[in-house]
């Protein structure tokens, strides 16, 4: 065996990449594209409701903001430090019911006879 090759480096493919998507103003991976998402529909929401329809600026605040909310909400609480597919988990348990096995139909036990029953 040569010097030459005793020294060579060896290159093998590995899989070292860091498979984080990063954090944006503290939300994980592309979460921020739905507040982005609600603060457009909350500011679009402002602008017809106050210049268009007139309202005054206080009633336009009220609904333009649910928008925002409901973003937030879904952000924070059904994708924000939660595993890959969570959220559409859950709203399908919730709308179609658990799905490996049967459902457990739970059956009132029967009301006590009286006493009067007994003859």
């Known amino acids: 065996m040569s010097t030459a090759a005793k020294f ?10 860091d498979d984080s998507a990063g954090k944006t103003w503290g939300l994980e ?12 529909a909350a500011v679009i929401t402002l602008l017809l409701l ?5 309202w005054n600026l206080l009633s336009a605040v009220v609904p333009a903001v649910i ?10 609480a059904f994708r924000q430090g939660k595993p890959s597919g969570y959220d559409i988990d ?18 009132k036990a029967p009301p006590l006879l009286s006493s009067n029953d007994d003859v």
């Open 29 to 40: 991976g592309n979460l921020f594209w739905f507040v982005v998402g609600g603060a457009f």
């Open 8 to 17: 060579e480096l060896r290159f093998t493919e590995t899989n070292s990449a």
């Open 90 to 107: 859950l709203f399908e348990l919730w709308l179609k019911g658990s799905g490996f096995g049967p459902e457990i139909l739970r059956v």
């Open 67 to 76: 928008p925002l909310g409901l973003a937030l909400l879904y952000a924070l």
């Open 50 to 54: 106050f210049s268009v329809w007139h």
